[in-house]
């Protein structure tokens, strides 16, 4: 955080300030006219550097209540398809955005496993495909080409959604059911969260994630927070 700060007043473009924040892979979004950041460290930093109007959202947090993901997946699909299956793809694989949306027919037609290199890591990480999720893919992809993109952009011929499309789709259907602190990333800590509440093993889930330690994932899926919260309002005297 201290070098992007650092490096920032040297840099008078706001496009390439923009590019400076992901390539320390910190997630922005234009958004509704304000610039949007999940990464809360740098909550002065993305407001002070990128200009009038700029706002740093607090970092995603997980859908913990399994109605409002059942919403979110009904309202969605009234959407469209491809926006259903998105969110499908997200909570039932635990795969970063940059990890779904190049994702052609091909590399999941008739498979039973999802297969991945991951972009941010570059570490290999295979897991089953959920039978709710394959179903869903299996009945989207019946009528589709294998080269085209799974979630492909009704611009152009074949070119899949943007990162900003995908933030837009998810946000908008969150603050539909008063769900405000929502992204892309949100899939990825669902999928997390509620595979720590089935289990109750943060191992599992830190493996799963690819996380350096068991309390990253605890904070990442919310968990420390949550006993936080439920400590203080427990408390007795």
């Known amino acids: 955080?201290?070098?992007?700060?650092?490096m920032l007043p040297k840099i008078t473009n706001l496009k390439n300030r923009c590019r400076l924040f992901?390539?320390?892979g910190?997630?922005?979004?234009?958004?509704?006219?304000?610039?949007?950041?999940?990464?809360?460290?740098?909550?002065?930093?993305?407001?002070?550097?990128?200009?009038?109007?700029?706002?740093?959202?607090?970092?995603?947090?997980?859908?913990?209540?399994p109605e409002?993901?059942?919403?979110?997946?009904?309202?969605?699909?009234?959407?469209?398809?491809?926006?259903?299956?998105?969110?499908?793809y997200g909570i039932y694989s635990g795969f970063r955005v940059s990890d779904i949306l190049d994702k052609r027919v091909r590399d999941v037609k008739g498979k039973v496993d999802f297969d991945v290199m991951e972009k941010k890591t570059g570490k290999a990480r295979k897991i089953p495909i959920h039978p709710k999720l394959k179903k869903a893919?299996?009945?989207y992809i019946a009528d589709k080409k294998d080269y085209e993109f799974l979630f492909k952009s009704r611009k152009g011929r074949n070119a899949p959604?943007?990162?900003?499309?995908?933030?837009?789709?998810?946000?908008?259907?969150?603050?539909?059911?008063?769900?405000?602190?929502?992204?892309?990333?949100?899939?990825?800590?669902?999928?997390?969260?509620?595979?720590?509440?089935?289990t109750k093993d943060i191992y599992l889930v830190q493996s799963v994630l690819g996380h350096s330690s068991p309390e990253v994932t605890k904070v990442y899926i919310g968990i420390t927070r949550e006993r936080m919260y439920d400590a203080i309002r427990c408390l007795k005297y």
């Open 68 to 88: 409002r993901i059942k919403d979110m997946e009904d309202y969605l699909k009234e959407q469209s398809e491809r926006n259903a299956l998105l969110f499908l």
């Open 1 to 6: 955080m201290h070098l992007i700060c650092a």
């Open 26 to 65: 910190v997630e922005l979004c234009y958004h509704r006219k304000r610039w949007r950041s999940t990464h809360v460290p740098l909550h002065f930093c993305v407001q002070k550097y990128l200009g009038e109007g700029a706002r740093a959202l607090n970092a995603v947090e997980p859908i913990k209540d």
């Open 161 to 198: 959604i943007s990162r900003q499309q995908a933030y837009r789709i998810l946000s908008d259907a969150g603050e539909r059911f008063g769900l405000r602190l929502i992204g892309t990333h949100t899939m990825r800590k669902t999928f997390g969260y509620h595979l720590y509440v089935q």
């Open 22 to 24: 992901r390539g320390f």
């Open 137 to 139: 893919i299996d009945a």
